[in-house]
T-cell receptor, first 114, second 114 residues
Framework: DSGVTQTPKHLITATGQRVTLRCSPR?????VYWYQQSLDQGLQFLIQ???????AKGNILERFSAQQFPDLHSELNLSSLELGDSALYFC?????????????FGPGTRLLVL | AQSVTQLDSQVPVFEEAPVELRCNYS??????LFWYVQYPNQGLQLLLK??????LVKGINGFEAEFNKSQTSFHLRKPSVHISDTAEYFC????????????FGTGTSLTVIP
């Protein structure tokens, strides 16, 4: 158990809908990362937050947005969903958000868009 | 942007035999290198990382990797595998000078045969 929790574990929705994925980092960690893992695109870094502020942005679509709240939990919002958004979404956390730090991954949220 | 190539998508190996999982990255600029393991239905877990110093890095579960700057490679090795090593292995690269982006390879599925 990494100490990172993600809810829900599974999510099934329809095209055009909007969903919110939630992540709680390990106790004491200030930085949260979001990743997407799909069969066709592999594992992709989406975005990183540190203590409520966006720190780095990867291949995140404009239809997707994220935020980190004062209690350090983070939410990833996916809107206007398409079939291709079906994937496993991981959250990870680290203590200070430095690139050389170990990231601790949650178990993921599996999203299926029908 | 970096690209990370894991040359073997699937590697079957007999129990107690040695294994090498190959990883090459595209840019020769200063990089940090990581290997992660993903067990079935779980998140990723850090095996080892190279930040600087000795080119031979030792990680958890008996794995080690060697950084070769001239060949832009970071191959993962284990002298004797166990059934429990069956998992997906991901190589990842980050360029500290350009920020906190992470680039992952497509993964290598290691299957240990009894």
């Amino acid at each position: 158990d990494s100490g990172v929790t993600q809810t829900p574990k599974h999510l099934i929705t329809a095209t055009g809908q909007r969903v919110t994925l939630r992540c709680s980092p390990r106790s004491g960690d200030l930085s949260v990362y979001w990743y997407q893992q799909s069969l066709d695109q592999g594992l992709q870094f989406l975005i990183q937050y540190y203590n409520g502020e966006e720190r780095a942005k990867g291949n995140i679509l404009e239809r997707f947005s994220a935020q980190q709240f004062p209690d350090l939990h983070s939410e990833l919002n996916l809107s206007s969903l398409e079939l291709g958004d079906s994937a496993l979404y991981f959250c990870a956390s680290s203590s200070s958000g430095l690139v050389q730090e170990t990231q601790y991954f949650g178990p993921g949220t599996r999203l299926l868009v029908l | 942007a970096q690209s990370v190539t894991q040359l073997d998508s699937q590697v079957p190996v007999f129990e107690e035999a040695p294994v090498e999982l190959r990883c090459n990255y595209s840019s020769s600029v200063s990089v940090y290198l990581f290997w992660y393991v993903q067990y079935p239905n779980q998140g990723l877990q850090l095996l080892l990382k190279y930040l600087s110093g000795s080119t031979l890095v030792k990680g958890i579960n008996g794995f080690e990797a060697e950084f070769n700057k001239s060949q832009t490679s970071f191959h993962l090795r284990k002298p004797s595998v166990h059934i429990s090593d069956t998992a997906e292995y991901f190589c990842a690269v980050s360029e500290p000078r350009t920020g906190n982006q992470f680039y992952f390879g497509t993964g290598t599925s290691l299957t240990v045969i009894p």
